[in-house]
């Protein structure tokens, strides 16, 4: 070791050597992490895969299945079967269809609808089906908006595509934020298929207002996370000084975990009136 004004160093070569000692017990820190965080993934799976068991030996001794299950087990009684087959099935006849909220269907769902809406229009009836692209946000439940985005090539010369483009429901500020926000997607390459047929909107209602704040978060890390917190109960008191009632706000959040802990933070430092949930 060497002393000088600086402090204690070690020699070049040692020092090099050192620095390799470093970098190799950082990389195997590394990787035991990851070797952990798989380990833990791998137990969830085999809990998951476990339970999934337990749930399929209990609905096959009670003679039930589970909702998430009747997709398939509708594919399995019609499996390529018309209409006429079907209905003699479910003892019922239906010859009209709605099918709202359409960009949340699955693959498997479609094929489960599609002969029994062929049948109704070459009955001549008419059938609704409505959607909306930019609202598909269930891709965990298999949900393809490419299903929606097909229909008109998939019926065509027997279809209509009526687009609406006035909205009843928003403020005129959040439509006017709506169209640039999905205007400015459209010029990105991974959005320009989805969107392509994303029309504007105008409000019907008459003054300008609606607010929207946005305010970018790079990544969640330990240290900011109570900055956030402190940054959503601000929101908070600025919402009721503008008028809002507690029961009028909500908070929406990507993790169950990140609500429970918004929960906890917000119990611990509000004064909420549960008795009156429009406080």
């Not at 479609?110 to 598909?136: A, C, H, T």
């Not at 029309?199 to 956030?228: C, F, M, R, V, W």
């Not at 809002?244 to 706000?249: A, D, E, Q, S, T």
């Amino acid at each position: 070791t060497i002393i000088d004004k600086h402090g204690p160093r070690l020699p070049g070569s040692a020092e090099e050597k050192a620095r390799e000692i470093i970098d190799e017990a950082l990389k195997t820190a590394e990787t035991k992490k990851r070797e952990s965080m798989l380990e833990v993934k791998e137990e969830s799976i085999r809990a998951k895969n476990e339970l999934d068991k337990e749930i399929k030996e209990y609905s096959n001794e009670h003679n039930i299945f589970i909702l998430k299950d009747s997709s398939i087990f509708l594919k399995r009684i019609i499996d390529g079967s018309d209409a006429p087959f079907i209905y003699e099935k479910t003892g019922t006849f239906i010859d009209t269809f709605m099918i709202d909220e359409f960009q949340d269907t699955s693959d498997l769902q479609w094929e489960n609808f599609r002969p029994l809406i062929e049948n109704s229009l070459s009955n001549g009836k008419d059938n609704i089906i409505v959607g909306d692209v930019k609202q598909s946000i269930y891709r965990f439940r298999d949900a393809n908006w490419k299903l929606l985005h097909n229909l008109e090539q998939e019926f065509k010369g027997r279809s209509q595509v009526i687009s609406l483009d006035t909205n009843y429901r928003s403020e005129k500020n959040i439509v006017a934020f709506n169209n640039v926000f999905f205007g400015t997607l459209l010029k990105l390459d991974n959005f320009k298929e989805a969107y392509k047929t994303a029309n504007e909107q105008k409000s019907a209602k008459p003054d300008t207002s609606g607010y929207i704040h946005l305010e970018y978060i790079e990544e969640e890390k330990n240290e900011n996370k109570k900055n956030i917190l402190e940054k959503i109960l601000a929101y908070i008191h600025i919402c009721r000084e503008k008028g809002f009632k507690i029961g009028h706000i909500a908070i929406l959040v990507r993790k169950n975990r990140q609500g429970s802990e918004i929960a906890a933070f917000l119990l611990e430092n509000m004064k909420i009136d549960f008795n009156n949930k429009l406080a």
